[in-house]
């Protein structure tokens, strides 16, 4: 073979490579996605399945970011800034009443934490013990806390007369408890708990009272999409939930290993810690009993449609939540694939 032949078959290999490059490039579907909170041990959910390279094998170019609350990812999901993101429900359903005219209003496509992880937490010195004790106390959390916006509903549920609310920023709601600021607080049980211990309260001196164990039986995290990318392209979301359900079973089945996806994103977290965290989560919202009788991923209709009106009364929104608006079962994965998520 002359030079000749060699530049015209290096050419031709060329061209080859690079039409079957745009070829996969044009059948990768970018999604850029968007977490509640920041990278710890409940992240691995998400961060875990990226790792693995299984929306990169169901033809998807996930970017996921951290988040700084529900509120703030489902804001950014309808903005269009995100094409997914994971949020408290209550906080979606919010969003839906007070913005009835929105065309962008995101949908929740799966369900991933059954149970509110809200809770209220309280150190035993305060006297605190059941929800009846809570009365003309002081509450302290960040005024967008899932727990706090929630807490009319937790208060009828359990009778409790009046309190009274203190604000601060996230990072202080558990060092303002521990030095006797307020007389309790709310926050995820999983997050506010492991932090009160990080600042030295042993947990035989915390009260915990969770919402689903007093008669609040709200769902928690949903995965949401934008009524753009729905409309669109619904196989990308199909794709993402498949992908997330195979990954999520991995997580629940050995969570030490998943955290090693959140320590690759942020490397000073406290990999023992997070485990931890995650157990924790794992426990109480996503393999719950709730969870496990009503299937990994769905939702009762009943219950969805007694949240929605919990939340029209506690939210006090503009118009009455719709929960067929907020919620769609059409995208998910066959029954096949989402019944071995959860353990038994």
């Known amino acids: 073979m002359n030079k000749r032949q060699l530049l015209q078959s290096f050419l031709a290999a060329s061209a080859l490579s690079f039409g079957l490059s745009s070829a996969l490039a044009q059948l990768t579907t970018p999604i850029k996605f968007q977490l509640d909170w920041r990278f710890e041990g409940p992240a691995a959910l998400f961060l875990h399945p990226a790792a693995k390279g299984y929306f990169k094998a169901a033809g998807l170019d996930v970017t996921?970011?951290?988040?700084?609350?529900?509120?703030?990812?489902?804001?950014?999901?309808?903005?269009?800034?995100?094409?997914?993101?994971?949020?408290?429900?209550?906080?979606?359903?919010?969003?839906?009443?007070?913005?009835?005219?929105?065309?962008?209003?995101?949908?929740?496509?799966?369900?991933?934490?059954?149970?509110?992880?809200?809770?209220?937490?309280?150190?035993?010195?305060?006297?605190?013990?059941?929800?009846?004790?809570?009365?003309?106390?002081?509450?302290g959390a960040p005024v967008f806390d899932a727990g706090?916006?929630?807490?009319?509903?937790?208060?009828?549920?359990?009778?409790?007369?009046?309190?009274?609310?203190?604000?601060?920023?996230?990072?202080?709601?558990?060092?303002?408890?521990?030095?006797?600021?307020?007389?309790?607080?709310?926050?995820?049980?999983?997050?506010?708990?492991?932090?009160?211990?990080a600042r030295g309260a042993k947990a035989a001196d915390i009260v915990v009272l969770p919402y689903p164990d007093y008669g609040v039986k709200l769902y928690g995290n949903v995965i949401i999409a934008s009524p753009k990318l729905i409309k669109e392209n619904p196989e990308a979301v199909k794709k993402f939930l498949s992908a997330f359900a195979k990954g999520a079973k991995e997580v629940i089945a050995n969570p030490a290993v998943a955290i090693e996806s959140v320590k690759a994103r942020d490397g000073i977290i406290?990999?023992?810690?997070?485990?931890?965290?995650?157990?924790?989560?794992?426990?109480?919202?996503?393999?719950?009993?709730?969870?496990?009788?009503?299937?990994?991923?769905?939702?009762?209709?009943?219950?969805?449609?007694?949240?929605?009106?919990?939340?029209?009364?506690?939210?006090?929104?503009?118009?009455?939540?719709?929960?067929?608006?907020?919620?769609?079962a059409a995208l998910l994965p066959p029954a096949a694939e989402l019944n071995g998520v959860l353990r038994k």
Do not use: C
């Open 64 to 139: 996921i970011d951290a988040g700084n609350g529900s509120g703030g990812t489902v804001t950014r999901v309808a903005s269009g800034a995100y094409d997914m993101g994971f949020a408290d429900l209550a906080a979606l359903m919010e969003f839906h009443a007070n913005n009835p005219d929105s065309p962008n209003k995101p949908v929740a496509v799966m369900m991933v934490y059954n149970n509110t992880p809200a809770s209220v937490m309280a150190l035993k010195k305060s006297g605190i013990a059941k929800p009846a004790d809570l009365a003309g106390k002081k509450l």
């Open 270 to 328: 406290d990999s023992k810690l997070e485990t931890r965290r995650l157990q924790l989560a794992i426990d109480t919202v996503i393999n719950s009993a709730d969870a496990r009788s009503e299937g990994f991923g769905t939702v009762n209709a009943g219950r969805m449609s007694l949240m929605a009106s919990q939340v029209s009364d506690a939210f006090n929104t503009k118009t009455r939540v719709s929960p067929d608006a907020v919620w769609t």
């Open 148 to 197: 706090r916006r929630a807490f009319p509903i937790f208060a009828k549920a359990n009778n409790i007369g009046a309190v009274n609310w203190t604000a601060m920023d996230p990072t202080l709601r558990e060092t303002m408890l521990i030095r006797g600021d307020i007389d309790a607080i709310t926050g995820f049980t999983f997050t506010s708990l492991l932090n009160l211990e």
